[in-house]
C-alpha cells in the first residue's frame, strides 16, 4: 500500500508555468509506474504522462508533448509534473497515481492501483 499527495496546483495565466509535486509515503519500487492524469468538469479523466522507474522511460499524451515534463527525485518518493506553455484547455483536477503491476498501457486509468487526492489546476486566457 502506498499513499500519494499532490501539490503544486493553482491560478496561472495561459503561457505560464506550475510544478505538480507527488509525494508518496514510502520508496516506489524499482519496476513501479508512475502516471499523471487530469479530469476536468464534464469529462473522463485522462492520462498525461507516466514514468516508468525500472528504465526511467517516459510517456505523454499528445496534448502535452514538448510542453510537460515528467520527473522523479533521487529519493525515489517525490515525482514532478512540470508544465510550461499552459493553456485554458490545461485546466483540470490533476491526480498523481502509481502501480506495480506491469502493463503497457501507461497512460490508461485502469493500469493503476493508488491514487492521491488530486490538485486543482486553472488557466486563464
Known amino acids: 500500500q502506498v499513499q500519494l499527495l499532490e501539490s503544486g496546483g493553482g491560478s496561472v495565466q495561459a503561457g505560464g508555468s506550475l510544478r505538480l509535486a507527488c509525494a508518496a509515503s514510502r520508496s516506489l519500487g524499482r519496476n513501479s509506474r508512475i502516471g499523471w492524469f487530469r479530469q476536468a468538469p464534464g469529462k473522463e479523466r485522462e492520462g498525461v504522462a507516466a514514468?516508468?522507474?525500472?528504465?526511467?522511460?517516459?510517456a505523454y499524451a499528445d496534448s502535452v508533448k514538448g510542453r510537460f515534463t515528467i520527473s522523479q527525485d533521487v529519493a525515489k518518493t517525490t515525482v514532478y509534473l512540470q508544465m510550461n506553455s499552459l493553456k485554458p484547455e490545461d485546466t483540470a483536477v490533476y491526480y498523481c497515481?502509481?502501480?506495480?503491476?506491469?502493463?503497457?498501457?501507461?497512460?490508461?486509468?485502469?493500469?493503476?492501483?493508488?491514487w492521491g487526492q488530486g490538485t486543482q489546476v486553472t488557466v486563464s486566457s
Open positions: 514514468f516508468y522507474t525500472g528504465t526511467y522511460s517516459t
Open positions: 497515481a502509481a502501480s506495480s503491476r506491469g502493463s503497457h498501457w501507461w497512460l490508461w486509468v485502469s493500469e493503476y492501483d493508488y
